[in-house]
């Protein structure tokens, strides 16, 4: 069984996302298709440029796993799709537009949000120094315990620009390793902020005092 949700109000059709001085970003919330069986939908947003032109991509979010894939990109005034992507699925990062694309379309099939963005406390403080702030996505560790591992998200936030990015890690409880995803695995270097996250990580795991 696959749920197509259509809404009829085309003037409520295209959720507002995000703007800045080029462009503005929507979600179409009248052609979203998702599969139960899967547990995967597929939908469509789009770009609305200050010069007129409007960019349209279909994106696949995969809610179990928490990721997205880039399928298409095509040209929303003509219908004329552009390009086909190839690519594999990539994390959901938190704070990132791909989760507020996430959140709209799981919003409107009623199902739970990727992560809990309406949660102000839900980033755990784990450093703190006068030029950076560093937490942890406390909510969602996803522990395997076959390999004794543990993937984390982490945030950094620069003081001094205001400036946000969010990573994804690997923590090996087995030989205190930490790989950022997609990256080289490396030892952990004392008081720096991999050992935060990994400590941070490890405690809340094995509850830990």
Same mark, same amino acid.
């Given at each position: 069984?696959?749920?197509?949700?259509?809404?009829?109000?085309?003037e409520?059709r295209?959720?507002?996302?995000?703007?800045?001085d080029?462009?503005?970003?929507?979600?179409?919330?009248q052609?979203?298709i $998702?599969?139960?069986?899967?547990?995967?939908?597929r939908?469509?947003?789009?770009?609305?440029?200050?010069?007129?032109?409007? %960019?349209?991509?279909?994106?696949?979010?995969?809610?179990?796993?928490?990721?997205?894939?880039?399928?298409?990109?095509?040209?929303?005034?003509?219908?004329?799709?552009?390009?086909?992507? @190839?690519?594999?699925?990539?994390?959901?990062?938190?704070?990132?537009?791909?989760?507020?694309?996430?959140?709209?379309?799981?919003s409107?099939?009623?199902?739970?949000?990727?992560?809990?963005?309406s949660n102000? @406390?839900?980033?755990? %403080?784990?450093?703190?120094?006068?030029?950076?702030?560093? $937490?942890? %996505?406390?909510?969602?560790?996803?522990?395997?315990?076959?390999?004794?591992?543990?993937?984390?998200?982490?945030?950094?936030?620069?003081?001094?620009?205001? $400036?946000?990015?969010?990573?994804?890690?690997?923590? $090996?409880?087995?030989?205190?390793?930490?790989?950022?995803?997609?990256?080289?695995?490396?030892?952990?270097?004392?008081?720096?902020?991999?050992?935060?996250?990994?400590?941070?990580?490890?405690?809340?795991?094995?509850?830990?005092q």
């Amino acid at each position: 069984c696959i749920l197509t949700l259509t809404s009829y109000a085309n003037e409520s059709r295209w959720y507002w996302i995000n703007s800045d001085d080029r462009a503005s970003e929507f979600v179409d919330t009248q052609q979203i298709i $998702y599969d139960p069986t899967t547990d995967i939908a597929r939908f469509w947003s789009k770009f609305v440029y200050t010069d007129g032109m409007e %960019l349209a991509t279909q994106y696949e979010v995969d809610f179990t796993n928490k990721t997205m894939k880039e399928l298409c990109l095509g040209d929303a005034k003509t219908g004329v799709i552009k390009q086909y992507s @190839h690519g594999r699925p990539s994390p959901i990062a938190p704070e990132t537009r791909f989760e507020k694309l996430a959140d709209v379309v799981a919003s409107q099939l009623g199902k739970p949000l990727i992560f809990d963005s309406s949660n102000a @406390h839900r980033w755990m %403080l784990v450093k703190s120094t006068p030029k950076e702030n560093v $937490y942890i %996505l406390s909510e969602y560790l996803d522990y395997d315990t076959q390999d004794n591992t543990c993937h984390v998200w982490a945030k950094f936030v620069d003081n001094d620009r205001s $400036y946000v990015s969010t990573t994804q890690y690997i923590c $090996y409880f087995t030989d205190e390793t930490i790989q950022p995803v997609g990256f080289n695995r490396f030892p952990i270097m004392p008081n720096s902020n991999f050992e935060a996250i990994f400590n941070a990580t490890k405690k809340l795991i094995f509850k830990t005092q």
